[in-house]
T-cell receptor, first 113, second 115 residues
Framework: AQSVTQLDSQVPVFEEAPVELRCNYS??????LFWYVQYPNQGLQLLLK??????LVKGINGFEAEFNKSQTSFHLRKPSVHISDTAEYFC???????????FGTGTRLLVSP | NAGVTQTPKFQVLKTGQSMTLQCAQD?????MYWYRQDPGMGLRLIYY???????DKGEVPNGYNVSRLNKREFSLRLESAAPSQTSVYFC??????????????FGPGTRLTVT
């Protein structure tokens, strides 16, 4: 069964510093990959998605992610974070042909001045 | 266009009480989902409905039932609430067309406490 690993439960970073949030998935079959963001006391909002094509995907709020099939990874990056990026970030994977998403346990990004 | 709406936003139940969480979407999506979110565990799928008239179990279905009332609405019922069901519940919807998959859209959540 597909599984998703987000190794870092919490990532503290200073404002304007770069950040990378790591995501690895278990299966090497064809997959669709997603990053969602959850601001405090809100639902989940899609940041970006990889379905096919270019392995570098750009999303909202200046985030981007790179799909690496050989390493089964889909790490999220931002070159310069803002205080407003403080939130929880979830990586999710689904195998092509299936409707169910499998979520990682989330990474809490804490941006301080 | 409200997207996915959930009611209620907050609920406190006593052990053994029952309740129904309501979810509706106005995006004409075929598929709908119920998740629970617990600290350190991410989101876990309780039930989903691939299309109107069908429902299937997810990862953690025990203690829950669902009804896909029509294309817009998908409800989650707790028949006899237990403290282990204290959680935040999210409803989501998506469209799957051909070989292209679309992301899931989430509601704002229902925070349920069972005492």
């Amino acid at each position: 069964a597909q599984s998703v690993t987000q190794l870092d439960s919490q990532v503290p970073v200073f404002e304007e510093a770069p950040v990378e949030l790591r995501c690895n998935y278990s299966s090497s079959v064809s997959v669709y990959l997603f990053w969602y963001v959850q601001y405090p006391n809100q639902g989940l909002q899609l940041l970006l998605k990889y379905l096919s094509g270019s392995t570098l995907v750009k999303g909202i709020n200046g985030f981007e992610a790179e799909f690496n099939k050989s390493q089964t990874s889909f790490h999220l990056r931002k070159p310069s974070v803002h205080i407003s990026d403080t939130a929880e970030y979830f990586c999710a994977v689904r195998n092509t042909g299936f409707q169910k998403l499998v979520f990682g346990t989330g990474t809490r990004l804490l941006v301080s001045p | 266009n409200a997207g996915v709406t959930q009611t209620p936003k907050f609920q406190v139940l006593k052990t053994g009480q029952s309740m129904t969480l309501q979810c509706a979407q106005d995006m004409n999506h075929n598929s709908m989902y119920w998740y629970r979110q617990d600290p350190g565990m991410g989101l876990r799928l309780i039930y989903y409905s691939a299309s109107e008239g069908t429902t299937d179990k997810g990862e953690v279905p025990n203690g829950y039932n669902v009804s896909r009332l029509n294309k817009r609405e998908f409800s989650l019922r707790l028949e006899s609430a237990a403290p282990s069901q204290t959680s935040v519940y999210f409803c989501a919807s998506s469209e799957v067309a051909s070989r292209v998959t679309y992301e899931q859209y989430f509601g704002p959540g229902t925070r349920l406490t069972v005492t």
